[in-house]
């Protein structure tokens, strides 16, 4: 399998393409919060839908197989996207064109901006590294924004460490 494709914000997608993401959304879609943490899903049972949902939100969220109502026969899809820059990014694409019911729930997200101040001022990592997407990754407890550059430093020099000891 390839590997997967990383969020690009800047595809731009058409307004008849908006449309179709908040129509989606609108009929299938969730939006909220959970723990603090953004949840921005969809489950379907037609998984190119799901594909060009991704697609047009430049590669948001993963796509993986679930089980739904046992008594579905068809196999059921699920995309999902829990970090706070895909889902401001999603948001931004459809929020005019949603309810006033979804728009509420898609300010509880809008409200976790904060945290992303310092990508939103193009910021840098301690090392001098650029925090620009493809570069970040967020840490899976803390959910703090990480260089993926000095992340992967320190997994090298780490397992550097351990085949040292292990020699020794
Ligand atoms: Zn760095």
Same mark, same amino acid.
């Given at each position: +399998?390839?590997?997967?494709?990383?969020?690009?914000? /800047?595809?731009?997608?058409?307004?008849?393409?908006?449309?179709?993401?908040?129509?989606?959304?609108?009929?299938?879609?969730?939006?909220?919060?959970?723990?603090?943490?953004?949840? #921005?899903?969809? @489950? *379907?049972?037609?998984?190119?839908?799901?594909?060009?949902?991704?697609?047009?939100?430049?590669?948001?969220?993963?796509?993986?197989?679930?089980?739904?109502?046992?008594?579905? #026969?068809?196999?059921?899809?699920?995309?999902?996207? *829990?970090?706070?820059?895909?889902?401001?990014?999603?948001? @931004?694409?459809?929020? /005019?064109?949603?309810? =006033? $019911?979804?728009?509420?729930?898609? /300010?509880?997200? $809008? +409200?976790? %901006?904060?945290?992303? =101040? %310092?990508?939103?001022?193009?910021?840098?990592?301690? *090392?001098?590294? /650029?925090?620009?997407?493809?570069?970040?990754?967020?840490?899976? %407890?803390?959910?703090?924004?990480?260089?993926?550059?000095?992340? @992967?430093?320190?997994?090298?020099?780490?397992?550097?460490? %351990?085949?040292?000891?292990?020699?020794?």
């Amino acid at each position: +399998m390839p590997p997967p494709k990383p969020f690009n914000p /800047d595809y731009d997608p058409t307004d008849l393409e908006r449309g179709w993401l908040a129509g989606f959304f609108e009929g299938e879609g969730y939006l909220g919060l959970t723990q603090n943490r953004p949840r #921005v899903a969809i @489950n *379907n049972t037609d998984l190119s839908l799901l594909e060009r949902l991704k697609r047009l939100t430049g590669n948001c969220g993963t796509i993986r197989p679930t089980k739904g109502n046992k008594l579905s #026969v068809k196999q059921l899809w699920h995309w999902q996207t *829990n970090s706070i820059a895909e889902a401001h990014h999603v948001i @931004n694409l459809i929020y /005019d064109l949603l309810s =006033a $019911r979804r728009q509420a729930k898609a /300010d509880e997200i $809008r +409200m976790l %901006k904060p945290r992303r =101040a %310092k990508l939103e001022r193009g910021g840098k990592c301690i *090392n001098g590294h /650029d925090l620009v997407p493809g570069n970040i990754e967020e840490h899976p %407890k803390s959910h703090s924004i990480q260089c993926r550059i000095c992340v @992967n430093t320190r997994r090298r020099a780490r397992r550097a460490e %351990k085949n040292l000891t292990s020699v020794a």
